[in-house]
């Protein structure tokens, strides 16, 4: 079973709309959480990164969060643009495993104008 | 300052054969990761170099192996290659080891797509 589950496996929304990705993990000792974005054949490009103590952290129209106790994280994307349509990946590591980064299968994104 | 840097970027091998992949880092970075990447498995990590030694291995066959040079430059090579071998193959490089920790930025190529036939 994969240590970080993601949801939904896939979502479309109008463009201007908000919306909201889910990642739960059972990675522990946790060390940190990652979101990237993956644009169609590129690399990922990361957005958020976020360690123990904090909760939330933003990045433009993306906001991550982080609830440490129930290992659970969301990323939130503000008033979506057509550019917004990509997979978001939310990757985990542990703390003490040397790059021990678990990724999750990522949400597959399509923003319709 | 230039990216990640990756070649091929899309390569096609029949079974059996072996492939080289070639990663330049951002300048200034010393560690270097590889990742396989399929639609079935997502992201998978393979093993990581730092200032030219092995630092990290994921859980891949010793068909998969790598190098890094005196000028951070990385190279992964698979030999005797299966059908299973298709896929996104990535690279990702970080300022210090052990991107995994701590808020190292990990900056990542545009990958060699690899299919094999």
């Known amino acids: 079973k994969n240590q970080v589950e993601q949801s939904p496996q896939s979502l479309i929304i109008l463009e201007g709309k908000n919306c909201t990705l889910q990642?739960?993990?059972?990675?522990?000792?946790?060390?940190?959480l990652r979101w990237y974005k993956q644009d169609t054949g590129r690399g990922p490009v990361s957005l958020t990164i976020?360690?123990?103590?904090?909760n939330t952290k933003s990045n433009g129209r993306y906001t991550a969060t982080l609830d440490a106790d129930t290992k659970q994280s969301s990323l939130h994307i503000t008033a979506s643009q057509l550019s917004d349509s990509a997979s978001y990946i939310c990757v985990v590591s542990a703390l003490y495993n040397n790059n021990d980064m678990r990724f999750g299968a990522g949400t597959r994104l399509t923003v319709k104008p | 300052k230039a990216g990640v840097t990756q070649t091929p970027r899309y390569l096609i091998k029949t079974r059996g054969q072996q492939v080289t992949l070639s990663c330049s880092p951002i300048?200034?970075?010393?560690?270097v990761s590889w990742y396989q990447q399929t639609p079935g498995q997502g992201l998978q990590f393979l093993f990581e170099y730092f200032s030219e030694t092995q630092r990290n291995k994921g859980n891949f066959p010793g068909r998969f192996s790598g190098r890094q040079f005196s000028n951070s430059r990385s190279e992964m090579n698979v030999s005797t290659l299966e059908l299973g071998d298709s896929a996104l193959y990535l690279c990702?490089?970080?300022?210090?080891?052990?991107?995994?920790?701590?808020?190292?930025?990990?900056?990542f190529g545009p990958g060699t797509r690899l299919t094999v036939t």
């Open positions: 990642c739960n993990y059972t990675v522990s000792p946790f060390s940190n």
């Open positions: 976020m360690t123990f103590s904090e």
């Open positions: 300048s200034g970075h010393r560690s």
């Open positions: 990702a490089s970080s300022l210090e080891s052990l991107p995994g920790q701590g808020e190292y930025e990990q900056y």
